[in-house]
Every structure is written in structure tokens, then in C-alpha cells.
């Protein structure tokens, strides 16, 4: 072997991380919830988010890669809606106060947003996001709508 291999730990694809016990990254958050916790979070965030979940209570979820997001168009002055617009399909989003999740996904940060239902959720309180309704519209999908 090199010199440069044999600096490396002695093997050039680092065999010794293969023995260690597998690491965790402690910034990965689970996106699910425990048993009875009933508060809405109309999103949540992750210093730099791939993927965002789109959850959807009573129709499929999607979990589209930031990369394929091509445009994002906000009711500002309201903030009662957005759409996301993606090479394969379009995200509309009604609800209140929607401003917060909107910066959210603009940063890239946005790794779940939810709409809610009474099943499923308390009721957040007021001034706080709240998603009424999500519907997609994808090639995949052609028309689903909650």
C-alpha cells in the first residue's frame, strides 16, 4: 500500500468505519408523532431540508425533492394561500397566516408541512399557520383533492 493509504488507517475505502457502530445524525427529526399528541403544527423545519413531505389527512402524501421545485407563488397580503409549482405536479395551499411556512420553504427549510383535520388535530390557536387545504395536481394523480 502507499504511504497516503497507510495515513488513512491502512486501507484506502476506510474498512475500519465499517466496524464501528453505525452513527446516528442527531439533526434528523421523526415525523411521527407519539400516541395522543393532538397539536397541529402546520409545519416544521431542519437547517437544510432535501425533501419535503407533503402531508395530506385524508389523501396520499407526497415527498417531492426540493430540487424538482421550480417556482412558488403567495397571496402576501392575505397570506391565505400559496402554490408550489414543480416539473411533475402543482401544490396549492390554502389556510391562514400562511407567510411563515411560505419563508420557510423559500429557504429550503420546510421538511413537512400538514394540513389539518379535527380527527386528527386540536385546533392551533389563533394567529398561528394553519393549512385548510392541500390539493396536488400531478400526472401521477391527474386530479387528487381533499
Request: with cysteine; aromatic share 10%; proline share 5%.
Given at each position: ?53 407533503i402531508s395530506r ?73 394553519f393549512i385548510e ?5 400531478a400526472a401521477d ?6
Amino acid at each position: 500500500m502507499s504511504k497516503d493509504a497507510d495515513s488513512l488507517g491502512g486501507r484506502l475505502w476506510g474498512a475500519r468505519d465499517r466496524e464501528r457502530e453505525p452513527q446516528t445524525d442527531d439533526k434528523v427529526v421523526p415525523l411521527k408523532r407519539s400516541t395522543g399528541d393532538r397539536a397541529y403544527l402546520a409545519f416544521e423545519t431542519s437547517d437544510r431540508a432535501k425533501r419535503m413531505n407533503i402531508s395530506r389527512a385524508a389523501a396520499p402524501s407526497r415527498f417531492p425533492s426540493y430540487s424538482y421545485l421550480l417556482d412558488i407563488s403567495f397571496d402576501h397580503h392575505l397570506q391565505s394561500a400559496f402554490t408550489l409549482i414543480y416539473t411533475f405536479m402543482i401544490v396549492e395551499v390554502t389556510g391562514r397566516n400562511l407567510e411563515t411556512v411560505v419563508h420557510a420553504i423559500g429557504l429550503g427549510k420546510c421538511n413537512c408541512f400538514r394540513e389539518y383535520h379535527p380527527k386528527l388535530y386540536d385546533r392551533p390557536a389563533e394567529g398561528e399557520p394553519f393549512i385548510e387545504k392541500i390539493t396536488i395536481t400531478a400526472a401521477d394523480e391527474k386530479l387528487t383533492e381533499r
